[in-house]
């Protein structure tokens, strides 16, 4: 069931998420991001324990759905993050995304940037929105905005957000805070 609060997971897939391994040749846990990531486990738990279906917004970039700006950068650092079909595109495994659960694929920033987000909200009557993910100055921050201005109440999960730099992900906090909802931690939510 999908309602209030709705829970939207921003991009903890693993490209974003974990470190890639050369020596064990697998991803594995990145420390900057982890805390979020256990974090969004409890409050997943409890969440799906209230009756409720988390939704998780992940990226998917070829050189047929990225903006130029981003292509080109792409192209110039010589790396491309969750392209389709690869297991860098994969949510986190802890997260434990089932197929009851929706999922929505964006090319941009935005989780609401032509994809059925704003659609799955309003047709099942969501007011509330609580934000997790990474990277909280970027995706987290660029959906939750959008949610502002389509009408939603929003509110971002400091403990379930996280980005590579401590004083972006307080920034953030602080621009949320004083222009778009509220800040506080998954522990203070009641279901």
């Known amino acids: 069931m999908l309602s209030d609060p709705a ?8 490209d974003f998420c974990k470190k890639y391994s050369d020596e064990e040749e697998r991803f594995v846990e990145d ?21 409720r ?21 792409y192209e110039r650092i010589g790396k491309w993050f969750c392209r389709p079909g690869t297991e ?11 197929e009851e659960d929706i999922v929505v694929i964006k090319h941009r920033y935005s989780g609401f940037h032509n994809t059925d ?6 047709s099942n009557g969501i007011t509330d ?29 400091s403990d379930c957000s996280s980005t590579d730099l401590p004083e972006l992900q307080k920034l953030t906090e602080k621009n949320v ?5 509220t800040v506080c931690k998954s522990t203070d939510i009641e279901l």
């Open 88 to 98: 860098g595109a994969e949510f986190a495994p802890e997260l434990e995304v089932g």
């Open 7 to 14: 829970l939207v997971i921003v991009d903890f897939q693993l």
């Open 129 to 157: 929105t609580l934000f997790a993910g990474c990277a909280t100055n970027v995706c987290v921050a660029t959906t939750l905005y959008d949610a502002y201005d389509n009408g939603y109440d929003v509110t971002l999960l």
């Open 31 to 51: 420390p900057i991001h982890q805390p979020a990531i256990d974090a969004t486990v409890k409050f997943l738990k409890k969440y799906r324990e209230s009756g």
């Open 177 to 181: 805070e004083a222009k778009f909802g």
């Open 117 to 122: 987000l704003d659609d799955y909200l309003r």
């Open 53 to 73: 279906t988390p939704i998780f917004v992940g990226a998917i970039h070829s050189e047929k759905t990225v903006s130029r700006p981003l292509f080109e950068k």
